[in-house]
């Protein structure tokens, strides 16, 4: 099959874990036998654009620059349009962009195509989070409009009065994404996919009203990149250590929540430290350490140093790529119920859950895990077991790509 | 002006959320470039960062009236500038950019290009008066939409949030 993948934002090396996840899918569809291209956008002329080192990628790819002083979402769909007649593909998957991801699959609608959502872009405008005042908003979009388009203006109008958007604010408003013709194209689009692929239980659910064939893909792990490494025989004066990677600097990330956990067992116990992956903010605790910003390529060296990883998101985290790779090296991973984490980690099994926002649960489990040697190699060894058989990228393919791609040929085919 | 003809960059390295992909960019664009780095006292500069930087000033920018106070925004009124990179754009930012009086002024906000400051004061402010005046019209026109949508399904909202 030829397969065209559209990420209008994608970076590489990658920034976040949706290059990642595009990246994996790419290379691993491409191992599989099929014909692949990226086609991306990008911004001539702007320093602070994160580029795209094509080098470094073992795939086709074409960069559609989109940025000139006749700049229309027209003109920009056809550009698209125009290198995709040229590629001339089985299947197109719009992979992550934000507003103009409706008008790229309109212009595309010849071809079959597959939706892939990061995370909850067609749901929140404001800022594709769908979090606010701390917790998951109640509202969304595709049902709210009204409430949305309000609560969207109210936190982007400042950098609107200033004239030079930052480029979010500047696609929302060049794509009109705040007009009825906006949220009628959207739906639409949501509707013409062959099938979306998302993160988790929680996105397909606010999906299921619009397209029937929603596919829960999270993503992966690469088995060689995060080798197993047992949890090393720490002699008893040494330190337990308690490792939240990722941008923990993130508030979604709810690194308060791990610090009140913090304070908590300190109150009894001085044998253990946490480390996190955030240097941006000073935070002073005799068992905190700060480290820096970890690339992919070094993060498993991490891991293998830690016995205890720990994931207290506060947003609906929409996959948790992180955790998976935690499990991967071999560590118990403590997470909050939240979004694709509920789905990676088995309770008690893997590791432990708490109710999201819930310190002293963090504080519990925790000790607990501290104190039970045991049970942090038996959930490391289980964790491992449960990415080698549902997890790894192969597999990932297999279970949803795979599907998605063949059901796509088989709708195309049949409204033919 | 051609960048191997640019030597001294000076850059304000406040609380910029983008100011590490700043540097970054700085050093790229213009390799072997001496960065003067402007910043207020409280603010962190990691290691890598630091290294970017070859020799940092302190400055009061939180308010207009203390930063022209500050003895060093006049010290460095002495150097010469062939790039000033302001983060941030705004009355305050383009009144420093007068008084420093750079060979060449770009404000790198994270918009889709470089916006390039005339460096006189009348000028830079008249340039952003502009730029306001722009932006406020894209803003009513997103408020005219949004009241015209509230209008049309016969709902005003409200902080109780009804359902659209």
Partial sequence: ?416 | MMHNNIKNIMLFCDHTPHRKLLLESVQKKFPGSHIIGIMASNVNLERMEIELIGETILLNTSRLFLLFRDKNLWYLRKKHIDLLILPFDGFRYRMVAAVLKPEKCEAWTGYLQTISIPTTALAGNFHLLISRVNGLMQLLSVFGSCVATSIKHNILYNSTGRIY
């Fill in chain 1, 1 to 416: 099959m030829r397969l065209a993948f559209i990420d209008h934002v994608f970076t590489w090396p990658p920034v976040g874990g949706a290059p990642l996840d595009l990246y994996h899918t790419i290379t691993h569809l491409q191992k599989m036998g099929h014909q692949t291209e990226l086609f991306y956008g990008r911004i001539p002329g702007n320093p602070l654009e994160q580029e795209v080192n094509e080098s470094l990628l073992s795939f086709k790819c074409t960069a559609i620059p989109y940025y000139e002083d006749n700049y229309s979402i027209k003109t920009l769909a056809n550009k698209y349009k125009k290198a995709i007649d040229a590629y001339e593909p089985d299947v197109v998957f719009q992979c992550f962009s934000f507003f103009v991801k409706p008008h790229l699959s309109h212009a595309l609608q010849e071809y079959p195509q597959i939706g892939r959502y990061y995370a909850y872009e067609p749901f929140c405008p404001r800022d594709y989070r769908l979090f606010k005042n701390g917790a998951t908003c109640k509202y969304n979009f595709l049902n709210t409009r009204n409430i949305c388009n309000w609560c969207t203006l109210k936190s982007m109008w400042r950098n609107i009065l200033t004239g030079f958007p930052n480029p979010y604010i500047h696609e929302y408003l060049k794509t009109r994404a705040y007009s009825s013709a906006y949220y009628n194209l959207l739906c639409s689009t949501l509707e013409s996919y062959s099938s979306v692929i998302v993160n988790n239980q929680f996105t397909k659910k606010l999906l299921e009203n619009f397209n029937s064939n929603i596919i829960i893909a999270g993503g992966g792990v690469d088995l060689k990149e995060f080798e197993y490494s047992p949890l090393d025989s720490r002699q008893p004066e040494e330190k337990i250590i308690v490792l939240m990677t990722g941008r923990a600097s993130d508030p979604t990330k709810g690194l308060d929540i791990l610090i009140k956990a913090g304070k908590l067992l300190s109150l009894n116990r001085n044998d253990f430290e946490i480390w996190i992956t955030d240097s941006n903010t000073t935070l002073n605790y005799p068992w905190l350490k700060q480290l820096p910003w970890q690339p992919s390529s070094q993060v498993s060296e991490l891991y293998a140093k830690a016995d205890i990883c720990v994931f207290p998101s506060i947003w609906e985290e929409p996959f948790g790529l992180v955790a998976l790779e935690a499990m991967a090296v071999g560590r118990p991973v403590i997470a909050a119920n939240s979004g694709g984490l509920n789905d990676i980690v088995v309770h008690e099994k893997t590791g432990l859950l708490y109710d999201r926002n819930n310190d002293a649960a963090l504080a519990h489990h925790l000790e607990f895990l501290i104190e039970n040697k045991e049970r942090r190699i038996q959930m490391g060894q289980a964790g491992r077991a449960r990415v080698e058989t549902e997890y790894t990228w192969d597999i990932v393919m297999e279970r949803s790509y795979e599907k998605a791609i063949y059901e796509a040929i088989r709708i195309n085919h049949d409204a033919q």
